[in-house]
């Protein structure tokens, strides 16, 4: 019955784009409200796909970041592989917006779930999860219908020690079962190093992570002597785009966030700068002016936590030089006003409230899931609402 009333919703979602008749300025939109300057996400699609497609790399985005089909499909377009959910009932959304060549990157281990999986398989082409231990392997025999297929990636856990196994034996064994099985098929390896893509400086991001691969090569290696080599071997992100694709043993990168990027990423640094800034800001978060209780200090917006989601940093304010946001609470947020005299030039203070202003989020990804639409512009008008239609799909 929960699974039934669970899966009807999903069922029930829009994923197409909604143009507007007429379109509107942002500031007259219903605030807090995401938003896409479309142009800016477009260029993040062409510069990560022309990136990797010369350098020999698949593309295999992460539609966790987006959760969007419309999305989803642009990167499709512009020569993805495959793309990636975190859950299954992501997998679902994309699959009934149309989507093929999906790859679910987080394990499942009840057969409840794992019989969803087996009905999904039969129908969408190219469907593979991420396996880390025989029993849920297992589960998902005996789970599958006749005619269902499913790729098995093996998740092979390095130093993260969230998903995945650190055992050779059980990737061995994942790998000779999957390859005898009929309707299996083992694909090859996902190795995911959360932890790495968010150190600052370019240079230890660099040594952190090519050290790991080293580890994952050494498995390839031993899938390869045993007649098991992996077709595919899948993983990092957006912080490691420039350092991943260059290992010799990688065939495909997951990346997520390039597509809106975020504030937890523009201050890792890149390569040649300080600043993130090798993908445009495509997402901020618009909220109006509503109240201004310190007088020239600070004035309050209608967003906070329900709107923007963060576990360290702050959302940065876009069009007002030297303030600083601060949570307010759960539907409020405080735009603290530089002090007079410092290096940023003052604010005019009194036509704050009533007013829309644009904010970077903290992170993007868990931002996204706290809303119902893009509203997609072209840095003034509003002409499309995108559904964001695997919001909530977190099981
Ligand atoms: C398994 C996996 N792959 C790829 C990504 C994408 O990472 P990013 O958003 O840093 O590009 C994530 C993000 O959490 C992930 O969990």
Redesign the pocket.
Known sequence: MAFDLALDNLRQRQWQKLPFATPVPIAELPTPALLVNESRLDANIQKMARYLGEREVGFRP?S??HKCPVIAHKQMAAGAVGI?T?KLSEAIVMAGAGLNDILI??PLASISKVSVLAELSSTVSGLSI?VDQMANLELIVEALPAQGKVGIVADVDVAMG??GTRSLDTILQIAKLADAHPQLHFVGI?H?A?HV??IEGFAERQAKSLALWEQVAEHVAALTAKGFAPEVV????????NIDSAVACVTD??????VFMDQE?LQIGSEHSALFDDFEVSLTLAATGISQPMAERAFTVDAGYKSLASDTVNPEPIDLPGAKFRFGGDEHGIVVLPKPGGDTPPIEANNLVGRVHQFVTPH??PTVNLHDYYYVHDGEMVYEAWPITGRGCSW
């Open positions: 992460h966790k970041t990636c975190a990157t987080s991420v969230r998903t996902q995911y959360g893509m968010h899948s993983g990092a992100g957006t912080g490691t785009y990168l997951q990346v997520g966030s390039y990423y993007c990804d």
